[in-house]
């Protein structure tokens, strides 16, 4: 892997960002300083750079991926020649935080631990190519998400007007007609999504992958594969588990203590792709799945907090198919590996 001479963190926000400069012997730094999140900020910031005396080629940027407020950045950085650019997820900036014992929460600290995980960990560099896929089918995703809503929320509006007697059957009808342009409309979206997949190879593999496994489908596997970046930076299926927030929340008072469900921290778009799939896995003729769901019932757990259990294990086997390049097999599965 390339040495590159300076490590460049980034914290982002709507109008600006902070820089905190690390050389990569830990021994020089610089920052933070405040820049607009425009074309001159980045300017500003490649002028400063310089200043000190590095070339864009010698340079790595580190920054979140949050929202897209780093879109802009990215690709004008990549524009100026700067030597690497690495897109992190926010929860592994986390975790590393945490590990430095870093308390305070501010935006200076931020890009100072964005900056010291990118010399300590040396985080994999981004293809910006292949990024930008990513980013298409997210906006897809959720464009894809908002009709589905608004979709429900006709239905259930058609449904009350047909139970009034005062209701204008022309308006039922003309709403009628709506949902089913929605639907098609959905559909074009999902044949777009399948288009995008088609042309990025390394997550056609890894949609088939996916899909193999009972009750997720193809459009929710990319779903999964695009809201972790296709797993990377994780190490372990439990991380995920926990980026998408299927950590259960637990109460103590005096001798009582349970379960409050989940978190409802983290990727919320992962989380209800992988409840979805265990909702629907449990129509399938996937026999593991549904003992491990009758057994954690049995046991004296609620059907839904059962069904979060199993969108969590469905997750990490997601996380382990795609890892090892293996297509699902039940016939490997037993309930001790999933945990029941």
């Known amino acids: 892997m390339r040495q590159y001479k300076l490590i460049v963190g980034l914290d982002i926000s709507l109008d600006s960002f902070l820089a905190f400069l690390i050389s990569s012997d830990e021994n020089f730094t610089a920052g933070p300083k405040k820049f607009k999140r425009s074309e001159d900020g980045i300017a500003q910031l490649l002028l400063w750079i310089y200043k000190l005396g590095f070339n864009p080629n010698e340079v790595k940027v580190v920054m979140e991926a949050t929202n897209n407020f780093w879109e802009i950045i990215a690709v004008k950085l ?72 608004e979709k429900v929320r006709l239905e259930n509006y058609v449904r009350n007007l047909k139970r009034s007697v005062f209701a204008s059957k022309k308006e039922t009808e003309w ?14 979206i999902e044949k777009e999504i399948e288009k995008l997949v088609e042309e990025v ?29 296709m797993f990377e930076g994780f190490k372990k299926g439990k991380e995920v588990v926990s980026y998408a927030g299927i950590v259960p929340r637990v109460y103590e008072s005096g001798i009582r203590k349970g379960d409050r469900g989940i978190t409802r921290e983290g990727n919320k778009r992962l989380r209800n792709a992988a409840y979805f799939a265990a909702v629907a896995s449990l129509r399938s003729s996937c026999e593991v799945f549904r003992k491990f769901y009758e057994r954690l019932v049995s046991r004296g757990k609620a059907k839904k907090v059962a069904l979060v259990a199993l969108a969590g294990k469905i997750l990490r086997i997601a996380f382990a198919l795609v890892k090892k390049e293996e297509i699902f097999n039940d016939q490997k599965l037993r309930l001790t590996n999933l945990g029941a």
């Open 78 to 149: 990549d524009k100026a020649g700067i030597g690497a650019i690495s897109i992190v997820n926010p929860k592994i900036i986390k975790d590393f935080s945490k590990s430095l014992r870093k308390k305070a929460k501010t935006d200076n600290i931020d890009a100072e631990v964005v900056a010291l995980y990118g010399v300590r960990m040396k985080p994999e560099n981004t293809d910006l190519k292949k990024s930008k896929k990513f980013g298409e089918l997210r906006y897809l995703i959720r464009t894809r998400e908002f009709w589905i809503k």
């Open 201 to 229: 190879e390394e997550l056609k593999k890894a949609v088939k992958l996916v899909d193999s496994i009972p009750g997720i489908g193809k459009v929710n596997g990319v779903v999964i594969l695009v809201e972790t970046g």
């Open 175 to 188: 709403i009628e007609k709506e949902i089913k342009r929605i639907i098609e409309h959905i559909k074009e």
